[in-house]
């Protein structure tokens, strides 16, 4: 079988500042991989080459066999396979919980409000926030916001999710909740590209981690070796500022 994401040679540069200077990645399909490394590494803009919120100036994303890069692909269509979790929650305020999930699934997916709401619904519950569909966003607690957030991303049922320091926004206590139900993703099989500051979820659930640093993949490998066992000084001394 074909890795759910193949990432090849991709660079990326703003004006003269060149961000990623060629990133080879492959995830298969029910892996996860986990992102770490200094902040200004390059590993948002890695991520977001992946739903081409940006653009690469070389390289290709190939995930679940459609070559996002492709000048001819229907992006909308192929953005549709991979689901995004963001620092920021980005909910909409105005929505309830309910309307925040379901939205993109009418407009996007064209589904009717009764199917909408049922995959909503499921996947509130998914989250541990059956019951708060009618709540507007400011009525939760961040942890809650990004368990929604998840909520939402997971309501377009992609192949792959993103999450982009998912956690780094949030009060110490309310990281422990976000982080279980991204565990329990990950034990039912969905393929994840997870960019964290947490190294203990990193060496709990990671089939293989990454470390960036200025652009380039450093050192990669399963958790054991890379956080466990680091071979190289840049992810040494990036390990003794965090851990
Ligand atoms: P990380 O997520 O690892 O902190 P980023 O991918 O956000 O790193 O950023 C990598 C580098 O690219 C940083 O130096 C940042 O300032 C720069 N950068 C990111 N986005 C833009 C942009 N839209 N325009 C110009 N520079 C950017
Ligand atoms: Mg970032």
Do not use: W
Not at 31 to 58: A, F, H, M, Y
Not at 116 to 129: D, F, H, P, S, W
Request: aromatic share 4%; charged share 20%.
């Amino acid at each position: 079988m074909s890795p759910a994401v193949t990432i090849t040679g991709l660079h990326k540069s703003y004006g003269d500042l060149e961000v990623l200077k060629g990133i080879d990645c492959e995830v298969e399909a029910g892996e996860v991989v986990c992102i770490i490394g200094p902040s200004g590494s390059g590993k948002s803009t890695l991520l977001r080459c992946v739903n081409l919120l940006e653009q690469p100036d070389q390289g290709s994303v190939v995930v679940e066999g459609v070559e996002l890069t492709d000048p001819d692909v229907d992006l909308n269509a192929a953005r549709r396979g991979v689901g995004m979790v963001f620092q920021q929650f980005n909910l909409f305020p105005h929505l309830t919980v309910l309307e925040n999930l379901t939205i993109a699934q009418r407009k996007v997916l064209g589904r009717g409000k009764a199917e909408a709401e049922g995959v909503a619904k499921a996947n509130l519950k998914r989250v541990g926030l059956a019951g708060r569909e009618g709540s507007y966003p400011a009525k939760l607690s961040g942890g809650q916001q990004q368990r929604v957030a998840i909520a939402r991303a997971l309501s377009m049922e992609p192949g792959v999710m993103l999450f982009d320091e998912p956690t780094s926004a949030l009060d110490p206590e309310l990281v422990g909740d976000v982080l279980s139900v991204m565990r329990q993703l990950a034990q039912e099989g969905m393929t994840m590209l997870v960019v964290t500051h947490e190294m203990q979820f990193a060496r709990e659930v990671a089939d293989k981690v990454l470390f960036m640093d200025g652009g380039s993949v450093v050192e990669e490998g399963p958790p054991g070796q890379v956080i466990g066992n680091p071979q190289h000084e840049r992810t040494k001394s990036f390990l003794a500022r965090v851990l």
